[in-house]
Nanobody
């Protein structure tokens, strides 16, 4: 599966963004899906993940209550709604797919190109 993230941009602190991850050459229904981010000089970190069916989700503590991950398997797309953005959320955001049957924050084996999110104070 090939993944392409979009929807990034520059927003003011307190604003919102909705990131999208469109899949091609495969169907996301076969994968657990996740969002990760990497800020300059920092390691890539987990943001959120959602099970194949969309029935369960997991969030990093830093975004809990501000982020919502969702998926539309019919549209082959995963979303990340981010509210209450702050400058610490500035990073390149990546979507990823995990083919292993178990739901996890790690072990994602398909990655898309990222989309830049910049939050100004």
């Amino acid at each position: 599966v090939q993944l392409q993230a979009s929807g990034g941009g520059t927003v003011q602190a307190g604003g919102s963004l909705r990131l999208s991850c469109a899949a091609s050459e495969g169907t996301i229904g076969s994968y657990h899906m996740g969002w990760f981010r990497q800020a300059p000089g920092k390691e890539r970190e987990f943001v959120a993940a959602i099970t194949r069916s969309g029935g369960s989700a997991d969030y990093a503590g830093s975004v809990m209550g501000r982020a919502t991950i969702s998926r539309d398997n019919a549209k082959n797309t995963v979303y990340l709604q981010m509210n209450g953005l702050n400058p610490e959320d500035s990073a390149v955001y990546y979507c990823a797919a995990r083919s292993n049957e178990y739901f996890s924050r790690a072990g994602y084996n398909y990655w898309g190109q990222g989309t830049q999110v910049t939050v100004s104070s």
